[in-house]
């Protein structure tokens, strides 16, 4: 089946770590996405792919970072600088171009201890 | 820069009550515009989309027109059910490929 997947579902880390969450897809998509969920809020754009080895930062992107060394994997790392890490983390991916809608992986969420 | 606004929830409704959701937005040239469901603990899925002035979407009950000329795309049903129960977000793709997305309503359909 084709689609896109988050791992973990559940992380936990101590204040000071980095911690990377994965994210893969069988879509052949050339645009990827990373949003951030607070609780009773909506989603705010992290960093965005359009292509491979490209990204640009959205519009929290400050204590994150990505990669994009191939096209079906957009691994984000939450930096030890981000101040308010706790969230649910959701990752997209599209055709690109503009005009297509996004499929959404299940989320993952970060919880700091 | 592209917008999104959607109005703010909750919103609570009777099962059977009809439903409308406003989303406003501001973008250059021709966005594409979505609407998105978010059941608890999971990620978003698609609801319904238009690609152009006029055109409907519609899904599940669900239906949204594109209004170039109010820049709305207010999501409709006309009769919930419970497990309609959900946010809901309003977005578009504007310039660059970017989704951006509204705050999201909460809708609670009740017995």
């Known amino acids: 089946d084709g689609g896109i997947t988050q791992s973990p579902k559940y992380l936990f880390r101590k204040e000071g770590q980095n911690v990377t969450l994965s994210c893969e897809q069988n879509l052949n998509h050339d645009a990827m996405y990373w949003y951030r969920q607070d609780p009773g809020q909506g989603l ?45 983390y959701l990752c997209a991916s599209s055709i690109g171009g503009g005009g297509p809608e996004a499929f959404f992986g299940q989320g993952t969420r970060l919880t700091v201890v | ?29 021709y966005p594409s515009l979505f ?52 946010v809901y977000f309003c977005a578009l793709t504007g310039t660059a490929s970017k989704l951006t997305f509204g705050t999201g309503t909460r809708l609670q359909v009740t017995l």
């Not at chain 1, 970072?65 to 096209?71: P, T």
Request: glycine fraction near 8%.
């Open chain 1, 44 to 88: 705010r754009l992290i960093y965005y792919s359009q292509i491979v080895n490209d990204f640009q930062k959205g519009d929290i992107a400050e204590g994150y970072s990505v990669s994009r060394e191939k096209k079906e994997s957009f691994p984000l790392t939450v930096t030890s600088a981000q101040k308010n890490p706790t969230a649910f």
């Open chain 2, 1 to 29: 820069g592209d917008s999104v606004t959607q109005m703010e929830g909750p919103v609570t409704l009777s099962e059977e009550a009809c439903l409308t959701i406003n989303c406003t937005y501001t973008a250059t040239g």
């Open chain 2, 35 to 86: 609407w998105y469901v978010q059941y608890p603990g999971e990620g978003l899925q698609l609801l319904l989309k238009a690609t152009k002035a006029d055109d409907k979407g519609s899904n599940k009950g669900f239906e949204a027109t594109y209004r170039k000329e109010t820049t709305s795309f207010h999501l409709e049903k006309g009769s919930v059910q419970v497990s309609d129960s959900a």
